[in-house]
């Protein structure tokens, strides 16, 4: 398939879906015996790296985290405890980001009682 149908199918503007093939996160294959224009044809597993990608950025996970998962989830490069620790490592980093918001809401919270108190 084209790009323009990749894109309709994964949801993922072709610009986007530029972006991270140029990042190394997937390829796509360019007919060689067509010279005349530079279209590049992607199957049904940049489909699925896409639908990865979607779901791991979802969670918190960044395109450069992402690309390693990818070069080594599939590559059968990680073990199932290295998986697992990939996913605990993440989860800590939001368990600290929830821990920072937090903060960040409590101090929001005093300063508006603040605002009411005519202290600022």
């Given at each position: ?115 009411e108190n005519g202290m600022c």
């Open positions: 398939m084209l790009i323009n149908e990749l894109s309709k199918r994964t949801g993922v503007s072709i610009a986007t879906l530029r972006y991270y093939e140029n990042y190394g996160m997937f390829k796509g294959v360019s007919d060689e015996k067509v010279r005349t224009n530079n279209y590049k044809h992607y199957d049904e597993l940049v489909v699925e790296k896409i639908e990865i990608i979607k779901g791991a950025k979802e969670v918190g996970f960044t395109l450069a985290e992402i690309k390693d998962l990818l070069e080594n989830w599939h590559s059968e490069q990680l073990s199932v405890e290295k998986k697992i620790a990939v996913v605990n490592s993440k989860i800590n980093e939001v368990d600290a980001k929830i821990r920072q918001l937090t903060e960040v809401k409590k101090l929001l919270a005093r300063c508006i009682e603040d605002i």
